[in-house]
Structures are given as C-alpha cells and as structure tokens.
C-alpha cells in the first residue's frame, strides 16, 4: 500500500471516531421530542432560561437520547441563585434608639393596643395623611380585636410585638418571658399571616434574656427617642410639643393607643401629624426583610 494511501485511510478513521464522539454529546444534552413540550416535566427549563451545560456525573451508558432531568444533580431547586440559609437576627445589648439613613423622616410608634376606643381614631389619620406608623401590641388586646389588628397590616403598618399581659419582663423567668413573647408572635402570625420583625420590652425594661429570646425569634428590639409621655395624660398642647420639639431625622416617636384613657394621644396625633408634614418631615417606617 501506497504512503499517500495509507495517510488518506487513517484520515478517514479519525473522522469517523470524531463524528461517533459528537453524536454522543448530542444524544446527552438532547431536548424531549416535541410531542411531550406541551408541559415542560419537573425539573424542565423554563421558556427564557439560561441552559444548563456541564452536569456533574458519569455519561449515560448508551448513547440514545435522554430526558433533560435524568443527568442533572438531584435535587433540583431551580435556575435562580442557590439559597442562602435565612439569616440569624443578632443579639444586641442594647435596644435600638434611633434609625439612620432615614433622610428626614421620623417613624412614629403607638403601645399597648389594639384598643376599639382610640386605635381607629389613630388609624383614621394616618391614613388621611397617607402615612405608615409602627403598631407594638399586646397578645391579649390584639386577641380580642383582630379586626384591628388586620386593618393596621391591610393599611401597612409595622405590627411588633410588645409581649401578651405587659408585664416587667425583668422580674419575670426565663420561660415566662418566652412565654409572654412568643404567644403573641404566635397570634400575629396567624391573624396578619406574617410573624413580627420588632420587639419592644414594656416599660423599657430590658435584659440579656429579652434580647436573646427576641434574637432567637427574628426580632429586632426597639426603643424610642422622644417619649410623649402621653401616658400621664398631661394635656393635648403638651403632647404636641414635645413631639414638634424632638423632631429630628431618624427619631423614634413613643405614644399609646391603649392601656388608659388615651383619647389626648388621639387629639395630639391629629395635630402635630400635619405639622410635621408641613415642616418637611416624612413619616416613615422601617422594612426588615425575612430571607
């Protein structure tokens, strides 16, 4: 045999072992015959979806085409990021005062409700004036008015927890207090749909405990900057001005909207709200995001 001959059949050899090797990685990364694409199987990429290439894993034994989801890793969750563990809320030793990066906007909280008696009269002017407040009630007030407690998240407040019965949560046991924070976490869940991203201690009293229990259910602990002291019921005017005098970008405003005669929270809130506007100030609230 001719040299020229011999070169020309081992070209023809080659060829054909790469063509063999082609069709082999065709038949592997092959789509399903068009009779099944009216429904994409599970697994399937969606219309629009980067393709996957490069699975991980041995080849197919034999070289006839295979369904799309029989090579990929098991399990499949889809063509977005992976997901991330949801995040740990940490465990602070102090409650939070203030809120940065607010620009200047205050964010206004009401305690101790819902009360039928003053929470829709507080309800009523937010939303005239097209504004969110942040809502810390209490499991025993907002058990016994769900209504309410729906109206604040339909109208987009912020709904924290402020334990179930109010009580010194210093003076309490550890498994009193979980108690106490829990149970109403339990009940907003389950009446709003989405468990509170906020905690407030009553009357400020806070401890290691408070925090970790806090921590260990999501929740972010917040204090405020300006008290109305409103509380002591010490007259409309005075409300007002201690809340137009404290305004400050990132303040936290604290009033109630139960736990006493609070009809002058009320009247208050219906007046320096439209100040605060006029001034320049946005009403805010702040947004956590449970991943």
Not at 40 to 55: D, E, F, I, L, S
Not at 123 to 151: P, W
Not at 238 to 243: E, F
Request: aromatic letters at 6%; proline letters at 9%; charged letters at 20%.
């Amino acid at each position: 045999m001719k040299k020229d001959q011999m070169v020309s059949r081992r070209r023809v050899l080659l060829g054909g072992a790469v063509v063999l090797a082609v069709a082999g990685q065709v038949g592997l990364y092959a789509v399903e015959p068009t009779a099944n694409r009216g429904a994409p199987h599970k697994g399937a990429p969606t219309p629009g979806a980067p393709a996957r290439t490069g699975a991980a894993g041995p080849p197919p034994r034999t070289r006839q085409p295979v369904r799309a989801s029989s090579y990929r890793l098991q399990p499949l969750t889809g063509y977005g990021p992976p997901r991330r563990a949801p995040l740990r809320t940490p465990v602070r030793r102090a409650p939070i005062l203030s809120l940065s990066g607010l620009g200047r906007r205050m964010v206004l909280t009401f305690d101790d409700g819902p009360d039928p008696r003053y929470t829709p009269g507080i309800l009523s002017t937010l939303r005239r004036h097209d504004v969110r407040a942040m809502f810390f009630v209490c499991g025993g007030m907002a058990a016994a008015n769900k209504d309410l407690l729906r109206e604040m998240a339909d109208d987009g407040h912020v709904i924290g927890n402020h334990t179930w019965s109010h009580p010194l949560l210093t003076s309490l046991s550890r498994s009193a207090v979980r108690d106490e924070i829990e149970s109403t976490s339990e009940l907003i869940e389950k009446t709003v749909g989405e468990p509170p991203l906020w905690f407030r201690a009553p009357y400020g009293a806070w401890n290691r405990s408070t925090f970790q229990i806090g921590a260990e259910l999501g929740m972010e602990p917040l204090a405020w900057t300006v008290d109305t002291e409103d509380w002591t019921t010490p007259g409309t005017g005075t409300i007002v001005t201690r809340v137009i005098d404290g305004a400050a970008p990132g303040v936290v405003v604290l009033s109630h909207d139960a736990g006493g005669d609070r009809s002058q929270s009320v009247a208050a809130l219906r007046r320096y709200l439209p100040d605060l506007l006029k001034e320049g100030y946005g009403i805010t609230v702040p947004r956590r995001r449970r991943i």
